[in-house]
């Protein structure tokens, strides 16, 4: 992106984003700021943005927006989701957009243990502080659902939160998964979720289930 619009200003431009994510996760909702000097119209400059960025990215939509606005310091909360393709045999066409997990899966438990979740809590057992070590965050939504595949059946997790953790969101869906598979059960989990504690955590979903949906801000 900053190589893109360095191009179009014939500088150096800097972006601010929401946040990072993992590498391997995607993202929908992304949200960037940048300041740009720039004489056309907004629809010519997002053409022109998109002309310039690889195939695998690509600005959706861009708006002139007040000075001062922060992508990240702004932001009132985040939508991910998480995808899984629950099969028998290898999908091959899923392998970039979501975790196949073999074997069967309980969705009662799965959403039992994501019920645990909903409220303000130290998550610090699913993951790190991006700065400094407060890991109490506040997660307002927390639900699994479910829908057929061909082959099996795709589970998809989505979580709404007013900041994520360090690999928190994946932490969280892999234990998830540990729960409805019968190697954790659901005290357990609930157990090593209130300890706070990172050493106790356990499966690390994989990056590709990931996406960053939306970002939420006040206006």
């Known amino acids: 992106m900053e190589a893109a619009l360095s191009q179009l ?6 972006v601010y984003a929401s946040g990072r994510t993992d590498s391997g996760v995607h993202a929908s909702g992304q949200v960037i700021a940048f300041d740009l000097v720039w004489r056309h119209s907004e629809l010519q400059l997002l053409r022109a943005l998109n002309a310039l ?18 992508p990240r310091f702004d932001a009132l909360a985040r939508v991910y989701e998480f995808s899984i393709v629950n099969a028998a045999t290898r999908q091959p066409l899923w392998r970039r957009g979501a975790w196949q997990v073999f074997g069967d899966l309980n969705f009662d438990l799965l959403q039992q243990a ?38 099996g059946r795709l589970l998809r997790y989505r979580v ?3 900041a994520f953790l360090y690999h928190m969101v994946r932490r969280m869906v892999g ?20 300890s706070g504690d990172l050493a106790q955590a356990g499966t690390l979903a994989p990056a590709q289930g990931l996406v960053l949906l939306e970002v939420r801000y006040a206006d």
Do not use: K, Y
């Not at 960025?53 to 922060?70: S, V």
């Open 114 to 151: 994501a019920d645990l979740l909903v409220g303000s809590h130290d998550f610090g057992a699913f993951g790190q502080a991006p700065q400094g070590n407060n890991t109490v965050r506040e997660v307002t939504l927390s639900r699994w659902t479910r829908g057929p595949l061909r082959r």
């Open 175 to 194: 234990m998830q998964v540990d729960v409805a598979q019968g190697r954790l059960d659901l005290a357990a989990f609930e157990q090593v979720f209130r």
């Open 160 to 162: 709404e939160g007013n």
């Open 53 to 70: 960025l690889p195939e695998d990215i690509a600005l959706q939509t861009l708006r002139t927006t007040r000075p001062d606005f922060h």
């Open 9 to 14: 200003a014939g500088q150096a431009v800097t």
